[in-house]
RNA sequence: GGGCGCGUAGCUCAGCGGGAGAGCACCACCUUGACACGGUGGGGGUCAGAGGUUCGAUCCCUCUCGCGCCCACCA
C-alpha cells in the first residue's frame, strides 16, 4: 500500500537510475518515427546547476517527455561548454591561491592543469541535472573541446578563411587588461561612472597667449593625441581651422581639423583625438590620414616609444621629463599625475564632476581599453544575411515573436566579430606563421608545414599563433558539431535541423544569432525551426538572484526540501510568455501540495480496489457519472495539447492542475464512493473508468511531474516499473453523449453547491442532516435529483429529497437552481432575518445583472450593430437572470 | 539618446473587443475512513490615470505617471 505522503527522496535517485540504464532517454536514430530534437545550451563544464539551469532544463525536459510520449524519436543533446574565459579565471585564482600563477607555469602546463580541474569538477552539473530529472541522452554528452568538435572549429575556421570571412588585422579593439585580452563587444558592458570632465588649455602654436580649451575624462590619453577637431559650422573655432595647437606636456604640433564628429553641444565644442584609444577618435584619423601612436600597454600602463620622437620641451606648456616618469604607470596614476601637472602648468582651465558611462569588461569587471593590436576577425555582417532572412521568412520563429525585433536590431547592426582571445584555455588558433610571417591556414600543423613548403620550396620552421578562439566560436558549431560534423554521420542527416531551442534573451545575442549564422553557411539550413525565449528566475521579491545580495537560491536546495518535481512544477507554473518568474520557497511547497495530493488520489484509488483494467472501453461506459469524468479528461487532454504546443507551460500546468484537483478529486472521487460502497457491475464501471481516468492524468503530469508518476504507475499496476516514460501520451475517447452527461452532473453539482452556501450561511452544523424539498421542479429533475440522493445526501449533508407538495413549511432557507427552487425546512435553527437578507443579498446581485442586460438590450445601436450572435446570447442570458429574479423575489415572499 | 516590456483581488499572475478570473494569502466552520501538504463556504478589484475609436473598451489608438530590461560615441 502507498505511503500516507509521497517521499522524494526515496524514489528519485532509483527511477531515475532505472530510466538511464534502461535506456529510455536514448535517440532511436534507425527508427521509423519522426525525429524530436533539442540541443542543450551547453553550461559551462566546471559550472554548478544555478535556478536558470533549472528553468530551462526544466523546460526543455518537459518539452522531450512530452513528444517522447508523444512517439517522437527524441534526441536531447547534452554536452557541456569549455568556456574560455571562465574558465581559465577560476583555475588562475586557484593558482594564485597557491602561490603560483598561469606565467609561472607556462603555456603547456597550465592548460594541462586546467584539463585537471574539469576532470575533478566536470562532472557536477551533470550529476546535479540527474537530479531535477533530465532525460538527457548521456552516452552522446559532448564538451566543446572533444577532439571533434574541435577538429569541427578548426575545419569551419580554415574554410570562412579560404571564403574571406575570416581575416587578420590590426584594428582598434575592446582590449580588457585584467585578463590581457581582446573581447567582443558583447563582452563589454556600459556602466555609470562618477568621473570628472577636465577643461585643458592646448596652446595655439605661434599665437602668444590663446588657446583652444578641449574637454576630455581621460587626460591620459591625450600623450597619444594627434589633433583636434571642431566641427566645420561652429564659428567659435573657425578661425582657427587648419593651424596648429601645441599639446600640453609633449610639445609636439598637432593640426586643429574640422571634422563632423565634433558635437559642439558637448564639452567645449573641440575635442582632442587620441586615434590608438579611442573608436570614434579611431575612425576621425583614419579620415585625416593621422598617424595613431600607442599610449598604453597590454596592462594599461603608460608606454612612451611611440611619441618620444616628438616630444620637445616647450616652457610653461611641455615636459618631456615629466613625461619620462610616467612611463609604466598604470593609466589611473598617470592621469592624476598629469591633471596634477597640467594644473601646475596653469593648463587645466577647469573641471568638473561628470557622470558618464564608461565600457567594461562584463567578467572582469575593469574599464576597457580600446586597444590597436592584431587580431582575428569574423565577417559577421556577411554571416547574418541568411540568418535574418531565416526569420523574415519563418524558417525560424522565436516565440514569443517580439524577440525577432531584438534580433533583426542587432544582426542589422554588426560588426566585425574579434574572435582571436589573448588566452591559453580554448581551441588554439589554425594559423602557422613562417619566417617571413607568411600565414598558413591549415586543419593541422602537417597541412601547415605542407603548404609552407610548397610556398617556400623548402622545410621552414612555422609558429603556431598564440591566441584561442572566443568560446562563442565553438558554442556556434553546437547544433552540428555535436552531431558528427564535418562527417557525413547519420545523425546529423537525421536531427539537424533541431526543433527548438530553449534559452534566455541574455544570449540570444552570444549564441542564437551565432548558431544560426554558422548554421546556414556550413549546413544550408537553419540550426532550428523554433526558438523560445524564457524569462529570468528572481527570487520572491523580483529581485535578480546575486551573490552580493546573498538571495541566491540553490536549486538543490529546493530539491531536497521538496523533491524534484514540486520544483519543477512550479516551474512550469510560473512560465507563462515573456515573463520574468519569481520563485521562493512558498512557491515550491505550494506544489509539492499538489504532488501530494496526486499521491493521495492514487492511494485511494489503491484502497478500493481501482486498478487498470486492460479490457475496459472507456466508450462503452454508461454511466453518465463516468461520461462525464472521461469528458473532463478529454478536455484536460485537449487544453494541454494546445498549451504544450503553444509553449503555454502556463496553461498546461492548470489544465493539468485544475483536472486534477477540482473535478477529478473533488467531485468524480467523491462521487464514485457511495457507487463504490454499493459494489454490483455499476462499482465495476466507476472502477475502471477512475482507473483509466488516473491513468490519463499520470501521463498527462509525467512531463512536468516525473518521479512522482513513473512512481505510481508502476505501484498501482499500469505498466512495467520504469514504463510510464516510453508510454503512449493520452489520445481523447469517444464519449457518448457528452453534453447529456455533462448537464447531468453540472446539475447536481450546482444542487450541491447552492446548499451547501445555504448551510454555511445559515450556521447549520456540519453534524445535521437536513431534508431538502424541491418546489417547481420538472419530473426529469425530480428524476435526476432521485437518481442522485446518494451523492447529494453525503456531499450535502442532506437526509431526504423531495417534491414540494402544498406549502411550505416555517422556517425555510430556500435557493434556485435552474426552475426549481430548493427549501431547506430548518425550524428552529433558521434566522429568518438573516436569510430574509441573504436572499435579498442574491436578488440585488440577479436584479442588477437583469438591469444591465436589458438596457444594454433596449439600446437600438447595439441590437442593430453587435453581432446576432452576440445579442442572441444576451438575450438569453437575460431570460435566465429574470426567471432566476422572479423565483428569488418568490422565496422572498414566502418568508415575508 | 534609441528600442522593448510591464502596471488586473493583500501577493504572484492568467485573460486582451461583448458576463472581471486562478493559485496563494485572508475570514468562518470542519480532525467526515485518500489527502490538515486536507475539506466546505465566504469576503476582497472605479483592470495605473486621462483622452479617443466603437453600439460596446481591462482588451485597440494617443498622451501622462510609475517600474523593469536591452542597445548606444568614456568631450
Redesign the pocket.
Known sequence: MLE???DPAAIEGRRYAEWEESGAFAARPESPARPFTIMVPPPNVTGILHMGHALTFTLQDTLIRWRRMEGRDTLWQPGTDHAGIATQMVVERRLAEEGSSRRALGREAFVERVWRWREESGGTITRQLRRLGASLDWPRERFTMDPGLSEAVRRVFVTLHREGLIYRARRLVNWDPKFQSAIS??E???RA?K?T?WHIRYPIAGAGGEFII?????PETMLGDVAV?V?PADGRYRALIGREAVLPLIGRRIPIIADP???PE??????KITPAH???DFKVGERHGLPMPSVLDREAKIRLDEIREGMSPVPAVADPAFVETLAGQDRFAAREAIVRTLEELGLLAKSEA?Q????HGDRSGV????LLTWQWFCNAVELAKPAIAAVESGQTVFVPR?WE??FF??MR?LEPWCISRQLWWGHRIPAWYGPDETIFVADTAEEAAAAAERHYGRTVALRQDEDVLDTWFSSALWPFSTLGWPEKTPELARYYPTDVLVTG??II?FWVARMMMMGHHFMRDVPFRTVYIHGLV?D???Q?MAKSKGNIIDPLELIDAYGADALRFAIVQ?T???????LGP??V??A??????IW??A??CE??GIRPDPEFRPETAKRPLCRWVLDGANRAIHEANAALEAF?F??YA?AC??FA??LF??WF??FA?PELAAGGAEAAEVRATAAHVLGTLLRLLHPATPFATEELWDRLGYGPSGSLIRTAWPAPVPVADAAGARAELDWVVRL??EV??V???M?V???TLTPILLKDALPETLARAERWREAIGRLARVSQIRPLEGAPPRGVAQAVVDEATVILPLAEIVDLAQERARLD?ERGKVGR?AERLKQ?LA?E??VS???ED?VE??RE?LA?AEAELARLEAALRRIA
Not at 558637448?266 to 575635442?271: D, E, F, L, M, R
Not at 558618464?356 to 565600457?359: A, F, L, N, S, T
Not at 574599464?367 to 580600446?370: D, G, Q, R, T, Y
Not at 507563462?576 to 519569481?582: L, S, T, V
Request: with cysteine.
Open positions: 500516507k505522503t509521497y563587444d558583447l563589454v558592458e556600459s561612472v568621473g570632465l578641449v574637454a576630455t575624462t581621460r577637431a566641427h564628429y565634433s558635437d558637448k564639452g567645449t565644442g573641440a575635442v579611442d573608436f570614434n561628470h558618464h558611462q564608461v565600457p574599464p576597457i581599453e580600446p517580439q525585433n531584438t536590431a542587432w547592426n534573451f541574455d545575442f528572481r520572491q521579491h523580483g535578480k510560473l507563462g510568455p515573456g515573463r520574468d518568474i519569481k512558498a512557491r511547497e505550494t509539492r501540495s499538489f504532488v501530494t495530493k493521495n488520489a492511494r485511494f484502497m478500493n503555454r502556463d496553461e492548470s492542475y485544475h484537483w477540482h478529486c473533488d472521487l467523491e464512493k450541491i453547491s451547501r452556501t448551510r454555511a450561511e450556521n452544523p456540519p453534524a443579498r445583472e444594454k439600446d445601436a447595439f450593430r453587435a453581432p452576440v446570447e444576451n442570458r435566465a
